[in-house]
């Protein structure tokens, strides 16, 4: 619950491993119809373009839709997707940031930063790092 609503919030867990190929790898030269049946539909969730998600790792279009759909479904105006970093090095970093300014937001680390309003959800996001065994997080004011 957040402020007394409910907040679904989807969760990625990543020490070394990446966020699954780029958009263009992933869908390939001659993508099947339902890779681009797939594509399309996270697109349209999203509000964004291919041609600007190219570059952009697949999971992480993946997850984030996932958590607009759970929002839409739960009937609640905010959802959250937060990326758990256990790498002292903050290794693909860069991959998230990329991603969350297609949103024109500002990638911090430890930070939940948004919202931005995508098909009427509220939409945060945020890259917790794990120091010792403990995750620390501070929300930005949104103003």
Do not use: C
């Amino acid at each position: 619950m957040a402020n007394g609503e409910l907040l679904p919030i989807m969760v990625e867990g990543k020490v070394s491993e990446t966020f699954g190929e780029k958009v263009e790898r992933w869908k390939g030269e001659n993508p099947s119809e339902g890779k681009r049946k797939r594509l399309k539909h996270l697109l349209e969730l999203l509000n964004l373009l291919e041609e600007d998600t190219l570059n952009i790792r697949y999971q992480l279009l993946h997850r984030t839709a996932s958590a607009i759909k759970e929002a839409q479904e739960m009937n609640t105006a905010n959802a959250l997707i937060l990326v758990h970093s256990f790498s002292p090095e903050s290794k693909w970093f860069v991959d998230y940031a990329e991603f969350v300014r297609l949103f024109n937001l500002l990638p911090e680390k430890d930070a939940v930063i948004g919202p931005v309003v995508i098909n009427r959800v509220n939409l945060y996001f945020a890259w917790v790092t794990s120091k010792r065994g403990e995750a620390e997080i501070s929300q930005t004011d949104p103003n």
